[in-house]
């Protein structure tokens, strides 16, 4: 996957510990091989031996393998359902359907091929700014060509299953999750298990107990017992309930607006008094030598200071809160921009109440879940070994075996140990 790591641990300016799990040593479409040579002798090794026995076909095998199967599935009008991750290994697949598409020869024009999940716009889209830290082949040409190698021609670019249904048959889907445990594939497994016509390819060994895991370890399995769950309408006797718990919620949520709207009409109000109070003072006239109350009336000693003439002024008292003077916009508004908000307001309360009463008149739903018999009619490929395994590009093979004893570390340790080993 591409923004993988390997970490580099050094303790004490010392012993150095090299974590590197769920990494491949070979070349793929879009990304280069992880280079583990380059570190030498480390104190600690941590590596993963999840693969290590898996002898992994050559890439020309493997993409005449999966080909076969597509074009064998789709001119029998069969749907194909590729159980891939999210962002990850679905690159590399779209990748290569989408050149196996361009290819005339290939006979697949007529086909349709779609990427189904909730993000494959957003994938498709950071892919496309990525290209610099993907495969040397995708550099060059992106850089002689000028052509970005994920400015998909035939991919169409699904977020729901109302999205896939425009699609038309009979195509190749491309779905999360690989598991088959959630997701848009688990609904699309249900929905095309009772076609003998369709099939489903698995990308990756997934872990075990797993839907994907069962029917790649029993690929002559037709009968299995899902948990589906369903969004149904609410009707009768939880309906009126609903709807009554809706309406009180609105009621109150109203009735706190209004007080909102009470609370700050009222501190209008107040800050008008105060202006018109500072305007009454300023219009109120004086004369130009002010008599200082504060001076009492038949003092025995004499006013050393001279009386000079001023205005009148009385302080006013700035409101401040936690971040600073309070700014009334109403001070910056011309008259025409008063009534304009006044109709502006009355827009959006009459706006809320017709959406209130579009959200009554929608009918309510609700999740509900039940254990049902899928009959699996259509063909199970567990074609996981078309491409490297796990949809995080983890060491196959003897490439295990090779890689270790050319680092040569000190201590060696294997996340996901298998005692066949």
């Known amino acids: 996957m591409i923004g993988g790591t390997v970490w580099k641990i050094v303790k004490d300016g010392e012993e150095e510990i090299i974590y590197a799990v769920d990494y491949n040593h070979k070349r ?33 095998q493997r993409d005449e393998q999966l080909l076969t199967n597509i074009l064998e599935t789709l001119r029998n009008d069969g749907n194909v359902l590729i159980a891939v991750d999210t962002a990850g290994r679905v690159l590399e697949l779209a990748q290569l359907l989408d050149q196996i598409w361009r290819t005339k020869d290939a006979g697949l024009a007529a086909y349709s091929l779609a990427l189904l999940n909730n993000v494959s716009y957003n994938v498709v889209e950071f892919s496309k700014s990525l290209v610099e830290w993907m495969s ?33 048959s009979p195509k190749v889907v491309l779905c ?45 399995l037709r009968r299995v017992q899902l948990e589906v769950k369903k969004r149904v309408k609410l009707e009768g006797k939880e309906l009126e309930e609903h709807l009554g718990r809706e309406r009180v919620k609105k009621e109150e949520a109203k009735k706190q607006e209004q007080a909102r709207e009470d609370d700050v009409d009222s501190s209008d109000e107040s800050d008008m008094e105060v ?5 009454s003072v300023v219009k109120t006239k004086h004369d130009l030598m002010m008599k200082n109350e504060s001076t009492r009336k038949g003092s025995f000693f004499k006013q050393a200071k ?4 001023m205005f009148p002024f009385v302080e006013e008292k700035i409101k401040w809160d936690d971040y600073g003077e309070i700014i009334r916009p109403e001070d910056f508004f011309t008259p025409e921009l008063m009534v304009a908000e006044e109709e502006k307001k009355l827009d959006v ?17 609700k999740c509900i879940s039940n254990l049902e018999t899928i009959e699996i009619k259509y063909v199970i490929l567990g074609l996981f070994y078309i491409i490297s395994p796990l949809p995080v590009s983890l060491e196959v093979g003897i490439g295990l075996f090779s890689v270790c004893p050319s680092i040569c570390p000190s201590h060696l340790f294997f996340r996901r140990f298998s005692h066949t080993l």
């Open 275 to 279: 202006d018109g109070e500072h305007q």
């Open 349 to 365: 309360n009459q706006c809320k109440g017709d959406a209130m009463d579009r959200d009554l008149g929608d009918t309510p739903t």
């Open 176 to 220: 999360s999750q690989p598991d088959l445990e959630c997701g848009f594939s688990r609904e699309l497994f249900i929905q095309w298990a009772i076609h003998s016509r369709n099939c489903v390819i698995f990308t990756c060994r997934t872990s075990p107990g797993t839907l994907a895991r069962k029917l790649i370890d029993n690929p002559t």
């Open 28 to 60: 793929e479409i879009h990304l280069n091989g992880c280079v583990l040579e380059s570190v030498t002798r480390p104190s600690l090794l941590i590596t993963d031996s999840l693969n290590a026995l898996y002898m992994q076909a050559r890439r020309k």
């Open 136 to 168: 040397d082949k995708l550099m060059r040409c992106f850089e002689d060509k000028r052509n970005n190698p994920f400015q998909f021609r035939h991919l169409s670019l699904c977020h729901s299953l109302a999205d896939l249904a425009k699609v038309p």
């Open 306 to 309: 001279k009386a000079y003439p």
